[in-house]
C-alpha cells in the first residue's frame, strides 16, 4: 500500500490526552475528484439548459466565483456575450471562443421537480394543564403534505481549444420535508421543553415551503459541481498509539520509532514505518491495525471507507472496549455515510 501525501501545513501538537497518545492536528488540502479546471485558463459559464436552467447558471456562477484556496480566488471567471446564442455543446465552445476563454462551463438540468403527497398524522393536544404538565389530553388526525424533491444536473466543461470534454458527471440532489396544518398544543412543562428545542435548533436552516426546498436543492447542486472541480482545506485531527502489545521486540521498537516521528509532526516517516511492520502475521495486532487507520485518514482524508476498513479490523481484535478506537469508527462512518453511494470507495 502506497499512501498519495497531500499538502499538510500548520501542524499543532494537542495537549496529551494519555501518555501513551499522539494526537496531531494540521490542515490538508484536498483535491477535487477531477482537478485541473482552473489550470486550462480563464472560465466561462454558459446558460444551462433545462426548466430550470437560468437559475442553476447563476447558482453554480456563485459558487465557482466565490471559491478560493489559500485565499486566493482559485478561478478566473470571463463573462459571454449576452447576445450570443447557447443551446448546445458546440453552440458554447464557439462562445467560449469569441470570450477569449480556455474552458466553458455548460450543461442541463434535467429535472427539478417537488411531489405533493397529503396524509393524515395522529397529534396530541393537551386539554388540560397542570403547573409543570399536561393533566389530560385527546388524541385526533389532521392533514400533512410531504414535499419530495428531486434536481438532476448534468454539467460538463469543454476546452474551447479542441472541443473536447474535460469534465462531465451528473449530479442528483434529493431532500423533502412534511408540515401538517395543526400542532399540538403544549402547556406547562411540555411548552418549557418545547422552546428549549427550539433556541437549540435556532441556527438551523428551516425549509418550510415548496420553493424554499428548490432553492436548497438547486444550492446543493451548485455545491456539488463546485467541490467535484475544486480543492478543499480540511482540518485533520488523529491521535496515534504510541504502544502495540503483543509485538515482538523488534517491532515493537520500530513501532515506538513510528510514534517518535508522528511527534515530530513527519507523518510521512512514521506512516511508512508503521507499514514496514504490517506483515500478515502483525496485522492481527489491533493497534498496529488503528494506526495504519490513522496513517490512511491523515494522508487521504478523501477516501474514509478505506481508514474506516482498518478501524474496523482493529476493533474486531480488541478484548475490551478502546475509546480512540470507537472514536474512530463513529467518526469514519459518518463521514462515509455523508458521501454519495457512488464515491464510498
Keep these: ?58 447558482a453554480v456562477r456563485g459558487e465557482l466565483q466565490a471559491a478560493e484556496v489559500d485565499g486566493r480566488a482559485f478561478y478566473t471567471i470571463r463573462n459571454l456575450d449576452d447576445a450570443a446564442k447557447v443551446d448546445t455543446p458546440a453552440a458554447a465552445v464557439k462562445a467560449g471562443q469569441a470570450a477569449g476563454v480556455a474552458a466553458v462551463l455548460y450543461g442541463s438540468v434535467g429535472k427539478a421537480v417537488i411531489d405533493k403527497t397529503d396524509y393524515t398524522q395522529d397529534q396530541s393536544h393537551c386539554t388540560e394543564s397542570g403547573i409543570l ?55 406547562g412543562f411540555d411548552k418549557v421543553i418545547a422552546k428549549m428545542t427550539e433556541i437549540k435548533h435556532a441556527g438551523e436552516v428551516i425549509i418550510t415551503t415548496p420553493e424554499q426546498l428548490l432553492i436548497k436543492l438547486r444550492s446543493d447542486a451548485a455545491i456539488a459541481v463546485r467541490q467535484h472541480l475544486t480543492p478543499t482545506m480540511k482540518t485533520i485531527r488523529v491521535v496515534f ?88 469508527l463513529l467518526r469514519m462512518k459518518a463521514q462515509v455515510d455523508a458521501l454519495p453511494a457512488g464515491a464510498r470507495r
Design 1 to 58: 500500500m502506497r499512501w498519495r501525501l497531500v499538502l499538510l501545513a500548520v501542524f499543532v501538537m494537542v495537549p496529551s490526552l494519555a501518555a501513551a497518545d499522539v494526537p496531531i492536528e494540521y490542515q490538508a488540502r484536498i483535491e477535487p475528484r477531477f482537478p485541473g479546471v482552473a489550470a486550462l485558463g480563464p472560465l466561462a459559464i454558459a446558460p444551462f439548459t433545462g426548466a430550470d436552467g437560468k437559475e442553476f447558471t447563476a
Design 133 to 187: 404538565h399536561c393533566s389530560k389530553s385527546e388524541t385526533k388526525q389532521v392533514p400533512c403534505t410531504k414535499y419530495a424533491g428531486s434536481y438532476i444536473v448534468t454539467p460538463a466543461v469543454y476546452v474551447v481549444a479542441n472541443a473536447k470534454v474535460f469534465y462531465t458527471e451528473t449530479v442528483t440532489v434529493q431532500a423533502g420535508f412534511s408540515t401538517c396544518a395543526e400542532t399540538p398544543v403544549l402547556a
Design 241 to 328: 498509539k504510541d504502544y502495540a502489545p503483543d509485538l515482538d521486540k523488534v517491532d515493537q521498537a520500530q513501532f515506538r520509532s513510528a510514534a517518535q516521528f508522528a511527534r515530530a509532526k513527519r507523518l510521512d516517516r512514521a506512516c511508512g514505518i508503521f507499514e514496514t511492520i504490517a506483515t500478515p502475521a502483525t496485522l492481527t495486532n489491533f493497534a498496529l491495525l488503528y494506526n495504519l487507520g490513522v496513517c490512511q485518514e491523515a494522508l487521504e482524508p478523501d477516501r474514509p471507507a478505506a481508514a474506516l476498513e482498518y478501524y474496523t479490523k482493529a476493533d474486531q481484535r480488541t478484548k475490551a472496549p478502546d475509546k480512540l478506537i470507537s472514536d474512530a
